[in-house]
C-alpha cells in the first residue's frame, strides 16, 4: 500500500518495520482472551484493546531510524476519534498508522477469527468504503482497494 502510495522508500520501509510488529502487544494479553471461541465480554475486550500500548512499551527502548513503536501504538487509531488507546483525530495519526489501521482491518475481515468464520474480500471492500474519508484517510483507502484488487 505504501509503495501505491508512493511513498518515498525510507517510508515505505518503515510501514513494512512496524507492520512486521504491528501486534507484537499481543504477548502479553492471556491466549484464552485471543483464541476465545465465542464474543469477548467488555472487561476481556478491554484487555485486548490494551496491546497497541503494550506493543508501544515493548518497543520503545528499540527505538531506531523508524518511528516504529509509535506506529504501532496508533495502529488502532480513527480519524473520527473512535480508535483506541489514544482516541487521536485526523493529525495526530502517523501516516504510516494509517496505513497499517486500514490493512489490518482488510486482513481481519477477509481472514478467519477464532470466533468467526472468515467474512470474505467483498465484505472488507464494503466496509472499508463505507470507512473512506470517515475513520480512515480516502487516498489510504483506495490504496488498499488497489491492493486488493490484485489479491486472489
Same mark, same amino acid.
Given at each position: *500500500? /505504501?509503495?501505491?502510495?508512493?511513498?518515498?522508500?525510507?517510508?515505505?520501509?518503515?510501514?513494512?518495520?512496524?507492520?512486521?510488529?504491528?501486534? !507484537?502487544?499481543?504477548? $502479553?494479553?492471556?491466549?484464552? =482472551?485471543?483464541?476465545?471461541?465465542?464474543?469477548?465480554?467488555?472487561?476481556?475486550? $478491554?484487555?485486548?484493546?490494551?496491546? $497497541?500500548?503494550?506493543? =508501544?512499551?515493548?518497543?520503545?527502548? *528499540?527505538?531506531?531510524?523508524?518511528?516504529?513503536?509509535?506506529?504501532?501504538?496508533?495502529?488502532?487509531? @480513527?480519524?473520527?476519534?473512535?480508535? =483506541?488507546?489514544?482516541?487521536?483525530?485526523?493529525?495526530?495519526?502517523?501516516?504510516?498508522?494509517?496505513?497499517?489501521?486500514? /490493512?489490518?482491518?482488510?486482513? $481481519?475481515?477477509?481472514?478467519?477469527?477464532?470466533?468467526?468464520?472468515?467474512?470474505?474480500?467483498?465484505?472488507? !471492500?464494503?466496509?472499508?468504503?463505507?470507512? @473512506?474519508? !470517515?475513520?480512515?484517510?480516502?487516498?489510504?483507502?483506495?490504496?488498499?482497494?488497489?491492493?486488493?484488487?490484485? =489479491?486472489?
Amino acid at each position: *500500500m /505504501a509503495e501505491i502510495l508512493g511513498l518515498a522508500l525510507v517510508d515505505c520501509r518503515a510501514v513494512a518495520a512496524a507492520a512486521g510488529v504491528h501486534d !507484537i502487544g499481543k504477548v $502479553s494479553i492471556p491466549q484464552e =482472551y485471543l483464541a476465545k471461541p465465542t464474543k469477548l465480554d467488555p472487561l476481556e475486550w $478491554s484487555i485486548i484493546k490494551t496491546h $497497541s500500548e503494550r506493543g =508501544y512499551e515493548i518497543l520503545r527502548p *528499540m527505538e531506531s531510524e523508524f518511528p516504529v513503536a509509535e506506529i504501532v501504538y496508533q495502529h488502532h487509531e @480513527r480519524l473520527d476519534g473512535t480508535g =483506541y488507546p489514544r482516541g487521536l483525530r485526523n493529525g495526530a495519526i502517523l501516516r504510516e498508522a494509517q496505513i497499517i489501521a486500514v /490493512a489490518d482491518t482488510a486482513d $481481519s475481515i477477509i481472514n478467519s477469527r477464532p470466533y468467526r468464520s472468515a467474512l470474505g474480500k467483498d465484505y472488507a !471492500i464494503q466496509v472499508l468504503t463505507e470507512e @473512506r474519508g !470517515i475513520k480512515v484517510l480516502p487516498d489510504i483507502t483506495d490504496a488498499c482497494l488497489v491492493a486488493l484488487a490484485e =489479491y486472489p
